[in-house]
């Protein structure tokens, strides 16, 4: 069976000591559903969540990094320097990355291949337009920024790759796609894997949904067949709020 995850994309948010209190939080809410839990706070507090988390089930991942392994890259983090601190997942071409930052198909691919050398879990973000969706090209648009991004992997690295389907327009909009626009999507996803790498490793991928997933709205979204879990941004900054949406599997 698929894993269930449910990742909280802190973004730039919480300082220090916001990162403990919402983290002491976290520990006195109580998780009734199978999904694996996971923060991903900035850089700056990574260690501090690693150290506070330790006995307490959920991963502190990373929100991006840098495909070179060390060098002049003013401002980056490495793939090796995540994991010397114990951070063993990245989440990698968030569409704010894209956005803002000039983040490509062709720099994505190197960080996948980055993450995976150095035996990390990516979870693999890409997602339409608002002007894509109304043009009708939102497969066209996702299937275009996997195949760039990953299709020059070998099957086997599908056991290191989660994938997170996030609407642009739907990122802290208040807009969600509806449970049948995520599910004809994931549906997609899950098809263009197996074109290529077959129904077997298609089957085994999870593929988080991501916008906008709130406690109100997380149980319908998750019931979908193709929605293994949620890349959560808002509604994870608060406790209460994010575990209802951890245990709305
Ligand atoms: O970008 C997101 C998670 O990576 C989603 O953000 P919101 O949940 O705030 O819409």
Known sequence: MRKHIVAGNWKMNNDLSQTEVLINAMKKQVKTSDAEVMIAPTFTNLWQAFQSTKDYDVEVIAQNMHFAESGAYTGEVSASMLKSIGVNTVILGHSERRAYFNETDETLAKKVDAALENEMRVIFCFGEELADRK??????VVENQIKNALFHLEADAFKHIVLAYEPVWAI???????????????????????????????????????????????????????VDGGLIGGASLKAEDFFAIVNAF
Do not use: C, W
Not at 190 to 219: F, M
């Open 135 to 140: 043009s009708g090209k939102e497969e066209t």
């Open 172 to 226: 802290g909009t208040g807009e969600t796609a509806t449970p049948e626009q995520a599910q004809d999507m994931h549906a997609f996803i899950r098809k263009t894997l197996a074109a290529k790498y077959g129904t077997e490793v298609a089957d085994s991928v999870s593929i988080l949904y991501g916008g906008s997933v709130k406690p109100n709205n997380a149980q319908e979204i998750f019931s979908k067949p193709d």
